[in-house]
Each structure stands twice: as C-alpha cells, then as structure tokens.
C-alpha cells in the first residue's frame, strides 16, 4: 500500500491557528493532499487558506456558504482526496514533520485501524480525552459525576494502547476502512461523532488505539471559546443521538426517559456556568 496521506482539515473561524497548522502539514512527511472544508468562517481563515493554495498544489479547499457541521466537512474533504491513508486534523494542531508518516508505519501491517496520538496543549499538560471508553449510561445515571467521565489513564508500557475512542482532533485510518464505515455520520453537528465513529469501527472488527511514543500540540477550541452556548447544546444533542443509536433499543423505557432528563438537565447547569465565565 502506498505511503501517501490525505489530510482533512475543517475550519470554522480558525485564523488565528490555520497558518501554523498548514504549514506543519505542508513540512509532514507523506502528506500528499492537503484539504481544508471552512464552514462559513466570517475571519480571515479562507484568505489564509488561500495563500496557502496558491503556494503548494497539495492544498485545495471546500468554502461552505453555511455550516453544516464538523462531520459532513470531514466527508467533504475525504471525497475530495485519493491518497490511501486518511488523517483528520483539526485546525488548532500542529503536526512534528515525523508524526503522521510514523503513525501510519505503526498503523501498516495491523489490519484495519483508526490511530491516534498523544496531545499537549501550550503549557505541555496531556489530553486526557485521547483516551476514551465508551459512555456508560447506565453509569452516568447512578453518578452523574463520575459516569460522565470517559477517560481513559495511559499505559507507558504499550508502543500502541487499544481504547474504545480517540479524539477526533487527530485520526488516522486506512481510506478503505473510512468507506466501509460509509464516512463519518452527518447526524451530528458537533461533539461525539468521534465516539461514534470509533465504535462503528470496533463493531467493523478494527483496532481502535493510541500511539504513546507519538505527540502533537493542541491549541484547543479556538473557535467554540466564541460560541459557548452553541458548543454545549451540541455536545448535549450529540450524546442524545448516540445514546439512541447504539443502547435505546436494548434498554426500557424508563432508563430512555432518564438519560434524556440527565443530558439535558446536566446541560442546564451548564448555563450559569457559562454565564459567570463571561
């Protein structure tokens, strides 16, 4: 299989991130197409772009004149590309020029998988959310503290760690695997489709992991620090719709009723929260 990597990114007020991110890809190893899907950025993210474009043929970009969302962008941009290997990037992190072509030589020879790495913000402190297990919702009904926490501790010993989901800030994955999956679900607008898609994957029979040895920087949620409220009715709409997909059917009506009041009451308390913040 050839070593070449598409790289998605979608872009939705990213300017003051997008340069860096593009030109971190642009050095990376064995990206061979570079595709950025802005969902109706009011910034100067397109101009960028752009630029960006017109220097190096590997960068083409989709400019939505709405937003639909983080999924259907990311199918958008795969579409649009034809390398072997898939690598989802969000516009606020920045790839080592080693790090994706290392990735997928762990990836190589491992049937089908979806990858991920570690992640560091500016001050050096990890992600906890690279590693995740699968929401719990039974859990989460019994404490609602503790249940609604999905990560995972990481295990220095394993060169690769097997999990239930990583982030979707960066993903990587054979581009045969993606088709199979039929893409990532448009249904979501924001937040959870990760999880989503890396339980179809399981479901599939692919290995879901994290490389340790493997870093990035993440500036973190550049463009949902505008839109709070947004971000949280999204959130709390996302793990509704997964809740629906892949446990109602099996549990009674009762505990379908409770988990609707516990997601949305937990996203009422998030209002003064929010409020208080500023």
């Known amino acids: 299989m050839s070593h ?3 790289a998605v990114v979608v872009t939705f007020h990213s300017g003051s991130t997008i340069d860096r991110c593009l030109r ?19 910034d100067d993210t397109l101009q960028i772009v752009q630029q960006h474009a017109l220097a190096d043929a590997r960068v083409r970009f989709i400019a939505n004149p709405d937003n ?7 199918n958008q941009g795969a579409v649009e590309g034809s390398a072997p290997w898939l690598a989802f990037i969000n516009p606020d992190l920045m790839v080592e020029p ?30 906890e959310a690279v590693r995740r297990r699968d929401p ?34 960066l993903m990587l994955m054979p581009r045969a695997l993606f088709g199979r999956l039929g893409g990532w ?41 505008a839109r709070p409220f947004f971000v949280e009715w999204h959130k709390h709409r996302g793990m509704w719709r997964y809740f629906g997909k892949f446990e109602a059917a099996s ?27 500023g």
């Open 136 to 169: 719990d919702f039974a859990a989460m009904l019994r404490s609602p503290g503790a249940g609604s926490r999905l990560a995972v501790a990481a295990d220095r010993s394993r060169q690769l760690q097997e999990v239930d989901a990583i982030s979707g800030a």
């Open 68 to 74: 639909p969302g983080f999924a259907t962008a990311c």
């Open 24 to 42: 971190c890809l642009r050095a990376a190893a064995d990206v061979a197409e570079i595709r950025v899907v802005d969902n109706a950025s009011a």
């Open 98 to 127: 080693e790090t994706l072509a290392r990735l997928r030589e762990l990836a190589q020879g491992r049937g089908d998988c979806v990858l991920g790495v570690e992640q560091v913000d500016v001050q050096g402190r990890a992600d």
């Open 185 to 225: 679900d448009a249904g979501y607008r924001l937040h959870a489709e990760d999880l989503d898609l890396c339980r179809r994957a399981r479901q599939a029979g692919a290995v879901v992991a994290i490389a340790n040895g493997l870093q990035v920087l993440h500036v973190r949620g550049v463009s949902s620090r």
């Open 251 to 277: 549990r009674p009506w009762p505990m379908r009723m409770a988990v609707w009041l516990a997601i949305w009451a937990h996203a009422a308390v998030q209002v003064p929260r929010i409020l208080l913040r």
């Open 4 to 6: 070449a990597i598409t």
